[in-house]
């Protein structure tokens, strides 16, 4: 039955709703107060494809009556047209608005929704849970504050699973919801919930998670999403929807310091003013303030501030402003002004894990543009230390960074900048790599100092671990490019060892001097070919990547 009907029936025989679901549009119930919410929570779905992410949003929007009736009544033929439940409403199609998205019955972007409750407002970020569209993911976890991560009750834990988990630790989500997913296809049987969530809890535990919760529900029913499931008597803890009304986000609290402005535009209107706008990421200033401009080291003094409703007497973080100084000095976009007594690194070289988002390869010398803050340079990956492997979050040692693969490196920069820790500020320690001959974005980075960075890649495992680590750089993953292309270079080196003997011992018809040559030639020339990419390594060795540098 559709909603149409759903409502007919509903007006003519509500007693005949009893045994079929009913679904009101939004402006059929008392609506919330919006001056009675009590705070703001930003929130992403997120987890492998196909583990239900936009239903589940979809059913909520329902539940929490976002649903008007126009969009009920476009849900209906959208339903019948798009949807994969048969009759039954495809929630889903609230949120998958691309035709792509509707056609393939996948996320391919970002989607956004608002709704209200009467204790809570929300945000939530729909996010893809394919592949190829992970730095979509990425993207909207970079604003949330709480993640619910889906996973399949019959699949279980996947690798995207995994990667999602390690991203939203990355990017500084803190609490997660693990919505154990399509409980009715499993019977709501309680041995599968409490199997994935002990194997989820062993997976993460060293990803530096706060909370972490787990909630059986099924998204396409509603069961468990709004209200306590009776089918599943043996969950003890609130419905989806209620926990992230109560749940509590601990913010840190401010820490004690100093004003810091990354310069976003120089205002000179005319010949007798000179300000510098921005928004401050930390701290507060005042006229009067004495100030430095990093990363030149030039001082002064703020002269005047000017906020949004004009002169200001002193601005804080978070409040776009712009600052004039008393003193002429050079200062232009990228710039950062920092109190006097904030003292802030300032360097040619950062250590950073990478999100890596591009289909080609990252290379060690690979050359690109870095964008942190408002600053910008050329960068050179001087080292690529190690990749993380999903499967158990280990360091592995690698030669290349694939599409999605997440590593630890090291930049050389062209210029100085300001840069801290992401941990400790996302704006001065979170930035994109930019190829300089596409301008397509390529990777995500964050500014790890290199204690934070070792502490990150767990799971040290011993010598044993550091045994298979070490065969898996020789030869790479089973299934993986690496494997391929080393298995395809030792049936070369094969064919022609038995070549050149061969041809030795045809003209000498000497066994032990054909031997001896086939054997030396096994030795020499991988020899000669590392010392050959050794010497081109310290040149810059992104000539080779981005096209000669045009």
Partial sequence: MGFAGARNLAKKNPKALRSVQTLLPANDTPAASETGQHSLLRFITCGSVDDGKSTLIGRMLYE?????????????????????????????LLVDGLSAEREQGITIDVAYRYFATEKRSFIVADTPGHEQYTRNMATGASTADLAIILVDARKGLLPQTRRHSFIVSLVGVRHVVIAINKMDLVGYDEAVFAQIAKDYRAAVQNLGFDTIRFIPVSARDGENVMRPSGLMPWHDGPALLPYLESVAIA???????????????????????????????????????????????????????????????QVSAGQAATVTLEDNIDISRGDVIVAADTALPVSRGITARLLWTSDRPMLEGGQFLVKLATQ???????????????????????????????????????????????ARSHELGGFILIDRISNETVAFGFVEADKEADQRAVGDGGPLAWTKRGVIRIVGRKGSPDRKAWLAAVSWRVLSTAGLFAAAFALTTNAPIALALACGDIVVRPGLRALHMRLWRKAPAGTLQDGAGI
């Avoid at 310091?257 to 535009?265: A, I, K, M, N, S």
């Avoid at 999903?390 to 100085?416: H, K, S, W, Y």
Wanted: net charge neutral.
């Fill in 64 to 92: 929490a009556g976002a649903v008007f009736d126009d969009q009920l009544d476009a849900l209906d033929n959208d339903s019948r047209k798009f949807g994969t439940q048969g009759a039954a409403p495809d929630f889903a």
């Fill in 376 to 422: 910008s340079a050329s960068a050179t990956v001087e080292r690529l230390h190690h990749s993380i492997d999903i499967e158990g979050f280990c360091p592995l040692p690698t030669q290349a960074l694939r599409m999605n693969g997440i590593g630890l490196v090291t930049l050389r920069l062209d210029r100085p900048l300001v840069s801290l820790p992401y």
């Fill in 251 to 313: 913010r840190a609290a401010p820490a004690d310091e100093g004003f810091v402005l990354p310069v976003q535009w120089v205002n000179r209107p005319d010949l007798d003013f000179r300000g510098y706008a921005g928004t401050p990421v930390t701290g507060r200033a005042r006229v009067g303030d004495p100030v430095v401009a990093l990363p030149s080291g030039r001082t002064s003094r703020i002269a005047g501030l000017i906020g949004a409703a004009g002169n200001a007497k």
